[in-house]
């Protein structure tokens, strides 16, 4: 990576903490929820965990386990303090920082935290969403050839769709850069900002998470161009996943634990409670940006989506090499970004099947 374009990328991160939204609270528990067998019981002085995640569906673990209770519960003595922010870089500023302890995030933004603080910072513990993430554009684009000369919006610089994006264009023979220049300039900006420049005509597409690419569709008159489910095997790759601070898990890893159970048990009651699940997620939603999403965008959107505890790590190690070779990441050994160990164990406890580095 040059120095200007470190100079910007840094930049943006910066600015992006700024951005971070403020505080939800804890939801008590209303209703049933799974129990994960093996609880541990809290050992030492109480913790406090500040977990950070997104108002967005692709975030539905998370908010299902804060607003249903189901952390709480799990972390009994314990305390959680939870953070809204907009974007993956946005959470690794924070993370670096030492302002939170944990952080549901795609996978380029985890492995920019790896990165800059030389595998040291982060360790990733959970898997938590696959796939839901669209190239959406206007309806006289029709192909890759159709993009050149267009401006295409991502969430942010540096994060997990918008270094698919670029990396797709380089393959398709179409430059950019991380000025907005090249065959197609690619514009970073906040997705609820990008339904708007969309829909004026200021943009003529973005690739964007759920449910953004399903509203860009319904409320924009946009369309697939393509589903990034298509690139990969088996239509997986890591979408969200759980990060957190190395010194953190070192120090509290118990109260890791906890918060992994109750990761689980999340996704367990998204599987069997679908459509609480998702009204759940809107209320969620509403209550962190004060404005809900259509019962029919979400219902489309949980359709691109699969909730899953399996981090896939084949497909954030193509990941980064993807950011290395559009240049917003320099060469990186991702040895060590992984560590499993606490949520096997709780798999295993509640007979689930175990996942791999």
Not at 37 to 50: D, F, K, L, M, Y
Not at 166 to 181: E, P, S, V
Not at 215 to 227: H, N, P, S
């Amino acid at each position: 990576m040059t120095k200007r374009l470190r100079g910007l990328f840094v930049a943006v991160l910066a600015v992006g903490a700024l951005l971070a939204a403020g505080c939800g609270d804890n939801g008590a528990v209303t209703g049933s929820t799974p129990t994960v067998a093996g609880s541990p019981t809290n050992t030492g002085a109480p913790t406090t965990v500040r977990l950070a995640y997104f108002p967005n569906v692709t975030h539905a673990t998370a908010i299902v386990g804060v607003e249903k209770g189901i952390f709480a519960e799990k972390l009994g003595a314990d305390k959680l303090e939870t953070k809204i922010v907009n974007a993956g870089p946005d959470a690794v500023t924070a993370i670096l920082a030492g302002a939170i302890d944990a952080s549901y995030i795609g996978s380029n933004p985890a492995i920019n935290a790896f990165a800059q603080s030389n595998g040291e910072a982060v360790r990733i513990v959970s898997g938590a969403t696959s796939g839901g993430a669209l190239l959406v554009v206007k309806a006289d684009i029709n192909s890759v050839a159709d993009l050149k000369g267009k401006k295409i919006a991502t969430p942010q610089l540096g994060n997990t769709q918008d270094v698919a994006l670029r990396y797709w264009l380089k393959q398709q023979g179409l430059k950019t850069d991380a000025q907005g220049g090249g065959d197609v300039s690619v514009v970073p900006q906040d997705n609820a900002q990008t339904l708007e420049t969309f829909k004026s005509g200021a943009i003529q597409g973005a690739w964007v998470p759920e449910p953004w690419a399903t509203r860009l569709i319904q409320e924009g008159g946009g369309k697939v161009l393509l589903d990034e489910k298509t690139l990969w095997p088996n239509g997986q790759f890591v979408t969200t996943q759980l990060i957190v601070a190395t010194k953190f898990l070192n120090a509290h890893p118990d109260a890791v634990k906890r918060v992994i159970e109750g990761q689980v048990a999340a996704n367990d009651y998204i599987a069997k409670n679908p459509e609480d699940a998702k009204k759940v997620v809107n209320d969620g939603i509403t209550k962190y940006t004060g404005k809900g999403i259509a019962p029919v965008v979400i219902d489309a959107a949980w359709k691109n989506l699969t909730f899953t505890n399996d981090p896939i790590a084949s497909s954030l190690v193509a990941s980064a090499q993807h950011a290395e070779d559009v240049g917003l990441l320099k060469h990186t050994k991702l040895d060590g970004i992984y560590d499993l160990t606490i949520l096997n164990a709780v798999l295993k406890t509640a007979n689930l099947p175990e996942v791999k580095s």
